[in-house]
């Protein structure tokens, strides 16, 4: 019996350091689902579909990981699908308390889960989404953030909402 890892997040837009976490993933356990979770309490700027094929495009060359949306507790998910560890990625202590309290809420629901936290490599500890989101939205180079497919889908993002890019001076 092989072991399903599962890597939950909004994953609002894929990014280098969520798929530094998924690589490793994937050379630890057999097969790795990325689980692309529906109905964050967050403002989205993609869809669930979106989200999915973005980082599925991303993963595209690890032939043990699939994508996947899903809803509801992530602990019900993981068991729906067989995985025995959910795997998280960490940057800096802030994520380490958020992770750890989540990993405890998990274990007391999901007892026959694991909780694996994988440390983000050095390169990608400050990035996050809303930082990429950001970034984008104003008009910046996300290269070094996110493959170009993702760059690509930001900006035309960031088009359709009516982001320049350019700094306004505000007088007041």
């Known amino acids: 019996m092989s072991i399903i890892a599962l890597y939950p997040g909004t994953f609002d837009p894929v990014h280098y350091g969520h798929i530094d976490i998924t690589r490793r993933a994937a050379a630890l356990w057999p097969k790795v689902i990325v689980a692309v979770y529906d109905r964050p309490s967050k403002n989205l700027l993609f869809t669930t579909e979106e989200r999915v094929a973005l ?5 595209k060359d690890l032939p043990n990981v699939e994508v996947k949306a899903y809803a509801g ?3 019900e998910f ?3 699908v067989g995985a025995k560890v959910m795997v998280r990625g960490l940057r800096a202590i802030t994520d380490f308390e958020y992770e750890f309290q989540i990993a405890l809420t998990n274990k007391q629901l999901a007892p026959d889960i694991e909780f ?3 440390m ?3 390169e990608h500890t400050f990035l996050s989404a809303s930082i990429l ?3 984008a939205l104003l008009g910046g180079d996300t290269s070094a953030m996110c493959p170009p ?4 889908a930001l900006r035309r993002m960031a088009k359709a909402r009516g982001y320049t890019g350019s700094a306004k001076i505000k007088r007041i």
């Open 73 to 75: 507790l992530t602990v």
């Open 116 to 118: 694996a936290a994988l």
């Open 78 to 80: 993981a068991r729906e």
């Open 149 to 152: 497919h993702v760059s690509e």
């Open 55 to 59: 980082f599925a495009e991303a993963v």
């Open 120 to 122: 983000t490599s050095q």
């Open 133 to 135: 989101k950001e970034v």
